[in-house]
């Protein structure tokens, strides 16, 4: 009788267990943004427009050189990712309303999967916007002094404050009861401080008391951070912090960005895990 072998098995790779229904739900996600094509358009529309035409019509009225077409246009950016955000959870209110959150309420996953899931569209989206917004602007001839380690420090601060500015749209978005109301809500929200934290003159030129206030803006840091990694620029640091040190004063505001997301991510997912049990 011929004996018998046996082969070894070889272990089935693992799936994480959130990995897999994260996964599914960002592709859900994906196709309900797409039959709305105004969530991708209409946040591009505006920092655009400051971009190409407002940033050069200023510098010209101004008598200013190609640097402030530079400043604005990344100061652009800093409205975009805001204003992408807030009308990025435009279809967490539709899902709620009209769609099948109830029912991905009841399934076997974890509610906080919803919100992270729709936080990561949300960050692969920001990500198209900005590289368009860039491109428009080396289009027209707006000029970046990047390096590697500049690339990093704008990535990491665009990253961050996409993350903090969807949590609270999430959170916005929790505590409305329509679109009427969420979209009264874009404003104050996502384009006033853009006006308040040095994104078309230095936080110095207006009143003391409100370059005190800005310096409390997680936008005023952000927008410090992706001037000095897309232009080199040390101003909007030494504006904030006042030190001599220009990695320290990056590495302060970056951690400012970074408690901003994480505070606001974590009371985004509290709070709309407490607003689906009611």
Known sequence: MPAMTFEPRLPRPVTPPLLAPLATLARRRVQLTARRPRELLVPLTMPILFALVIAPALARALHADARYESFVAVGSIGLLIPVNAMFSAISVIVDREHGAQRELLTAPIARSLLPLSNLAVALMLGALQIGAVLLAALTRGIHFDTSGRGIVWFVATAFLLTTGMY???EIVAARVHGQEEYVARI?????????????LFPITAMPGFL??????LPLTHAL???RYGLLGDRTGLRNIWQLGN??????????????????VTTASI???THSALR
């Open 167 to 169: 949590g609270l749209a």
């Open 187 to 199: 404003p104050p929200v996502a384009i006033v401080p853009w006006f308040l934290a040095g994104s």
């Open 211 to 216: 370059t005190w206030i800005t310096r409390f």
């Open 224 to 226: 410090a951070l992706m």
């Open 246 to 263: 220009t990695t320290g004063m990056a590495a302060l505001s970056l951690a400012v960005v970074a408690l901003f997301a994480v505070l």
């Open 270 to 272: 509290r709070v709309f």
